[in-house]
C-alpha cells in the first residue's frame, strides 16, 4: 500500500529529509515529471526536464497547454492509457518535436527519448496522477544513423550477409509508384523483424487504361521465402488481369479462381480499389481485408464498409462496392499489422490508426518533418510515413505496408512556350522546363533524362531550323498524361536540313535525347508531311516514377534488415586544357561514370542511357567505374557490350574498373569484358 503524502513523519522516516529528497530530486540527471489527475497537471519537474523541454514556469498548468506542438504524436493519447488502464508503458528512442522558444520565435527541435510513463497512486491504490523518467538519447540515435549508413555502405560492397528473404521479398516487390495528373500515390513498407522472417505482405499501384488507378494491398498467408514466393505470383497475375481485363468483376473472379487452384494462396487477403481521379469514382473490394480509410485534408476520417467477402480461393464470391473520393480527399489502404499490434484490440488499432493518419493529413503531428530528400512531404506521403512511424513505436510482429492516393483537386497545368530561336532563349526554357518538372515530383533519374533530352532538342532548333539571318520561333509543350507519361513537344516551323558530309557533329543531340527517354519521335506536320515541309516536331515521352519507401525498421525488439542500396550512376566530364572550349566536345575529353548498387534487369537499361548520355552517344571515350556495384547481372553484362560497341563505331574505348574480388570482377572474368581492378582506371 502506498504511503500518503500527508503521513509526513512516516513518509521522512523512509524517504529522507525533504529539503535533500527536493534536492535531490532537481539535480538527478535523468529527466522526471509528475503530473496530476486525469487533465495530468503538471505537479513536479526536474532541471532535467526543464532543459529537455525549454519549459519552466508551467507548473498546475495542464500537459496539453504547456506542449500543445505534442498534439498529434501520440503523447497525450499514452498518458491518458497509463492513467485508464493503471499499467506502465515504455518507449525506446521515440521521436518527437518539441519548441524550445514557446514565448519567442519558433525554435522546433526534433528529439529522441526512452521513457517510461507509470501511474501514480494514492494511498487507497487508485490512479492519481503519472510519474514520467526519461533518458535524452538523441545524441545516440544520431550516431546510430551514422553507423548505419556505414553499414549500409559495407553490406553494398559485400552483400553476401543479406537475408534470403527479405532480399527476394524486396525484389519482388515494386520499386516505384507511378506519377500521375489527379492523383498523388505513396506508400511505406516496413519488414517484419528477422524473429519473424518476412511474410507475404505486398501492395502495388498500377495505371489503367482510360485514367485510372488501382491501388492494390494484400496478404498471404505464411512468412519466409515460400510465402513472399506466393506473393510474387498472386503480384503479377493481378497486374496482368488488371492490365488486359476492363471488368473489375472478372478480374476478382479469376484472380480468385488462380488463388483457388495454388494451396501457398489460398485465403489470401486482398484489398483492391480503383480510382478514377476524374470523377471521384472509387470501386473496391476487401476480401478478409480491413477497409479502406478516406482522409480529408480538414482531418476527418471515415472507413468504407467492408464488401463482406472472405479470403481469395476460399469458396467466397468477391462482391465490389463504390464510393466518392471529393477533391483532395485520400484513400488509404494498408496490411493488417497497422492495427494488429500489440495490447490492442482490432476495434482499438482501426480507432487509433484513423486518428493518427487523419492528424498527419491535416498536418497536425510532426508538422515540421522533412522526407526523406529533406523537402516537406505531400500529404499522402505524409499519410503514410507517420501512420507506420507512430502506430509502431511500441512494436510490431508482422509487415507493415501503407499505400495511399489522393485525389487532386488542382493538377499540374501543361507547360507551353514560344520563343524565338535565339540562344538565350534555351536558357528560359531550360528552366520553365525544370521547375514544371520539379511540380511533377518525380525520381531524380526520370527528372534528369527528360531535362536532357529536352535541352537537347531545343539546341538543336535553335541552330538548324532557320537560317541564321531568318529567325523564327520554337514552341515547347509538355503535358503529363493519364498514364503518368510526360509528353514535351518541341516545334519549329522552318525546314529540317539532313546532315550533309561537313555537318559530322549534327545528329548527336537527337541521338543522346533518344537514349535517355522511352520514346523520341519526329515529325513534319507540314502539307506535306516530309521532311521538305516546313515545321518539324520532337516528340518527347517518358513515363515517371516516384520512388516507394521500403522504411528499414525501428531499432529494438522487432528490427528489420537494412534495405538494399539503390542503384546510382554519377557522371561527369574531364577535359583538356584548350581555353574556350565546352569540356564535352574538347579533344582530350574523357567521360566518367560511378556506379553504385545492383545492376540488373529493372536498372540495365537506365545503365546504358546514362552511359551513353555522359559519353555523348559514344563519341567520347568513357571510364565506368564499377567497383560500388553490388550485383552485375547477365543484363547488366549485355547493356556494357551495347555501350562498348557504340563506342567502337566512333573509334573510342570502354575502360571498366571493378573491385578485385568482386562480384562484378568475376562476371566481368567469365564474360571476357576487358576491365581493370581497383583505382588504375579511375
Not at 541552330?463 to 509543350?477: F, H, Q, S
Not at 567502337?648 to 578485385?660: I, P, S
Request: glycine content about 10%; hydrophobic content about 45%; aromatic content about 4%.
Amino acid at each position: 500500500m502506498p504511503v500518503s503524502a500527508h503521513d509526513d513523519d512516516k513518509l521522512g522516516q523512509l524517504t529522507g529529509d525533504a529539503a535533500v529528497v527536493r534536492d535531490a530530486f532537481e539535480q538527478l540527471p535523468m529527466v522526471l515529471m509528475a503530473l496530476d489527475g486525469p487533465d495530468h497537471r503538471l505537479a513536479a519537474m526536474n532541471a532535467a526536464y526543464r532543459a529537455f523541454t525549454g519549459r519552466s514556469g508551467v507548473i498546475g498548468v495542464t500537459y496539453r497547454d504547456a506542449f500543445p506542438e505534442l498534439a498529434g504524436q501520440q503523447v497525450y493519447e499514452l498518458f491518458d492509457r497509463v492513467y485508464a488502464t493503471g499499467e506502465a508503458e515504455t518507449g525506446t528512442e521515440w521521436r518527437a518535436q518539441i519548441d524550445l522558444d514557446p514565448q519567442g520565435p519558433r525554435g522546433m527541435r526534433e528529439v529522441f527519448a526512452d521513457f517510461t510513463v507509470a501511474p501514480r497512486r494514492a494511498a487507497d491504490g487508485s490512479v492519481n496522477g503519472l510519474l514520467i523518467m526519461a533518458t535524452d538519447v538523441t545524441g545516440r540515435v544520431m550516431e546510430q544513423r551514422a553507423a548505419q549508413r556505414r553499414a549500409a555502405e559495407a553490406e553494398r560492397r559485400n552483400p553476401a550477409g543479406r537475408g534470403i528473404v527479405a532480399e527476394l521479398q524486396e525484389a519482388l516487390l515494386p520499386t516505384a509508384l507511378p506519377v500521375l495528373p489527379r492523383a498523388r500515390i505513396a506508400a511505406r513498407y516496413l519488414v517484419a523483424g528477422q524473429e519473424q522472417a518476412a511474410g507475404g505482405d505486398w501492395f502495388d499501384a498500377i495505371p489503367l487504361n482510360g485514367g485510372g488507378v488501382a491501388l492494390v494491398v494484400g496478404d498471404v498467408v505464411g512468412h519466409g521465402v515460400a510465402a513472399s514466393a506466393a506473393m510474387g505470383q498472386l503480384r503479377a497475375v493481378l497486374a496482368e488481369l488488371l492490365a488486359a481485363e476492363a471488368d473489375l468483376g472478372q478480374v476478382l473472379r479469376r484472380s480468385d479462381a488462380f488463388a483457388a487452384r495454388m494451396p501457398s494462396l489460398r485465403a489470401a487477403t486482398l484489398a483492391l480499389a480503383v480510382l478514377d481521379p476524374a470523377t471521384g469514382t472509387l470501386r473496391y473490394t476487401t476480401c478478409g481485408h480491413p477497409p479502406p480509410l478516406v482522409l480529408g485534408v480538414d482531418g476527418t476520417a471515415r472507413y468504407l464498409a467492408g464488401t463482406g467477402t472472405g479470403p481469395l480461393g476460399t469458396g467466397s464470391t468477391p462482391v465490389l462496392a463504390s464510393s466518392v473520393l471529393a477533391p483532395g480527399e485520400l484513400v488509404l489502404l494498408y496490411s493488417d499489422g497497422l492495427v494488429e499490434r500489440p495490447n490492442r484490440t482490432i476495434a482499438e488499432g482501426m480507432a487509433e490508426l484513423a486518428v493518427v493518419a487523419a492528424d498527419a493529413a491535416a498536418n497536425r503531428s510532426l508538422t515540421h518533418l522533412p522526407d526523406e530528400q529533406g523537402a516537406d512531404p505531400a500529404t499522402a506521403e505524409r499519410v503514410c510515413q507517420l501512420s507506420v512511424e507512430l502506430l509502431t513505436r511500441t512494436g510490431h510482429t508482422d509487415d507493415i505496408t501503407a499505400l495511399a492516393a489522393q485525389r487532386l483537386a488542382d493538377p499540374v497545368p501543361a507547360l507551353h512556350l514560344s520563343l524565338p530561336s535565339e540562344r538565350p532563349s534555351l536558357t528560359t526554357a531550360r528552366d520553365a522546363f525544370a521547375d514544371w518538372l520539379s511540380r511533377l515530383d518525380a525520381a531524380p533519374d526520370d527528372w534528369e533524362a527528360l531535362h536532357l533530352a529536352m535541352v537537347e532538342v531545343f539546341t538543336n532548333a535553335i541552330e538548324y531550323a532557320y537560317p541564321r539571318d531568318e529567325p523564327g520561333t520554337i514552341e515547347l509543350d509538355a503535358t503529363l498524361e493519364i498514364d503518368g507519361s510526360v509528353a514535351c513537344l518541341v516545334t519549329d516551323h522552318g525546314t529540317w536540313r539532313t546532315p550533309g558530309p561537313d555537318d559530322a557533329d549534327r545528329g548527336h543531340g537527337l541521338m543522346v535525347a533518344g537514349h535517355v527517354v522511352d520514346k523520341l519521335l519526329v515529325s513534319h506536320p507540314g502539307p506535306n508531311g516530309t521532311a521538305a515541309s516546313r515545321g518539324t516536331t520532337v516528340i518527347l515521352r517518358h513515363r515517371l516514377r516516384r520512388p516507394a519507401i521500403l522504411a528499414p525498421g525501428h531499432r529494438g525488439e522487432h528490427a528489420a534488415h537494412p534495405a538494399e542500396p539503390r542503384f546510382t550512376v554519377d557522371t561527369s566530364v574531364t577535359a583538356d586544357a584548350t581555353p574556350g572550349t565546352p569540356a564535352d566536345t574538347r579533344a582530350g575529353a574523357t567521360a566518367r561514370a560511378l556506379v553504385g548498387g545492383p545492376v540488373d534487369i529493372t536498372t540495365a537499361d537506365l545503365l546504358a542511357r546514362r552511359l551513353l548520355s555522359v559519353s555523348r552517344g559514344g563519341t567520347v571515350p568513357l571510364v565506368a567505374d564499377l567497383t560500388g556495384v553490388t550485383q552485375l547481372a547477365s543484363a547488366g553484362v549485355r547493356a556494357l557490350y551495347q555501350v562498348s560497341e557504340q563506342l567502337a563505331v566512333h573509334g573510342q574505348e570502354l575502360t571498366l574498373v571493378a573491385a578485385a574480388d568482386s562480384a562484378a570482377h568475376l562476371v566481368l572474368d567469365l564474360v571476357r569484358l576487358d576491365h581493370v581492378t581497383g583505382d588504375s582506371g579511375a
